[in-house]
């Protein structure tokens, strides 16, 4: 309905969106932080909106501690750890979920490896007690590895032929060298020679609780939380893993394109980028908010100029990957093969005048008002605040980082966005990964520097 007095119809005739109501505060929840005397890390966020509560358990290991000679098999791991424990079979774990109104999962990256559950907060005990059997007792039942061995044998052979996937790899590579960061999935050979004693290996070497993280956040008493978790984990003991020594990344110098051929495609996949910073440096909310400018949101320079004015693309973007000891940015597009050039110019265009100029008042403020307005939507539900949680913990950052964040990020300045461009937008020794057909775009690659060739299994082609 219009308001009294207004013209029929006025509501319809609106070209300009009404102004943004103030920012919310946020009430942040209780939270208290703790250290079990077998080194387990515990945090713990009362939030009582709903009856429930959500529980990980992160480990500081993962993909990268065994990149360089057995590939996935911390994802393998973290497949087949749910899958049983010495007094639970599969089929006995989804009962008691059933049971406790529960849901499961784990997962595994590049730095660390989780089990998690979240349910009915009645069932506080009983949830706390099958994530730490999970951990401490996981029996990788055979038959359990033999099907995820298969099942991941077959995501391979779609990856081997999906863009996208094949882009990621080669950029990695290249971005990281020897160093662990560089190896994002394993071969079909690898996958086919991993066997379940590697599993239990890497299970008894690095699920231990010295170094780990436990986060519980739910509807709950901090002190009664409290007693349940050192009832459950405080008699876990395990040595604590040693951290590896890892050679350095390569640093690069120009330009150099890695093009990965994919013939009869009639669209190529770009990727490009630098190795960056994680969050931990003092420059990442100048270059967050410099990125969701240049292409990290959807009203960013990079979609206004690439998708809406050239029409090269639906969806193009950037972003910033922090890992543990590096990070890496990025720019994304897929586009017609006949536009690959222009695409590629548009790209370092849009980064060269982020680079040359500041940004105007009005970009700054609505680059501003949408990263806190999505950091704001991330702590609306329990899984959503516990991963805001991990953030904090696992890349050990200040206490006060989430408390913090909206502040920090409205304090910035133009100035400050070009100065983290101008650091980090390194656009001159920009390392390009095409995936698409040689003979189609093969031309156009080489205006942007040296090209080197490889087909989807990463074998390099003359």
Known sequence: MT????????LLRRTTPPPLAPERPTAWPERKAVTLGNGLQVVLAQSRAFPKISAQLYFRSGNAVVAHHAPGLADTTAAVVRTGTVS???RQIEEDLRRMGASLGSSSGADSSAISASGLAEFSSGILELIADLARHASFPSDEFERERRQHLEELKIERTTP???????LRRVLFGEHPYAVIAPTEDEVARLRREQLVDFYREHYVPAGSLLLVVGDFSTDSMRDQVEAVFGSWSAPQPQSPAWPKSPRHSGRRVYLV?????????????NLSITRRDPDWYRLTLA?????????SRLVI??????????????GVSPLREHGYFTVRAAVRNDVVAATLTEIFYEMDRMRALKVSAEELDSARDYLTGVFSLGLATQSGLLGQLSTVYLDELPEDYLETYRDKIHALTANEVLTAARRHFDSANAQIVLVGDREQIGEQAALFG???????TGARVS
């Open 3 to 10: 308001s009294p007095g207004a013209p029929a119809g006025s």
């Open 88 to 90: 639970r079979s599969a």
């Open 164 to 170: 996208g996937f094949l882009a990621n790899e080669r």
């Open 261 to 273: 051929n994919l013939p009869g495609t009639v669209q190529t996949q770009v990727l490009l980028g």
């Open 291 to 299: 990125n969701s400018i240049y292409g990290g949101a959807f009203h």
């Open 305 to 318: 100029n690439i998708r809406e004015q050239k029409g090269y693309t639906y969806s193009p973007g950037s």
């Open 450 to 456: 040296p090209v080197e060739t490889f087909d989807a």
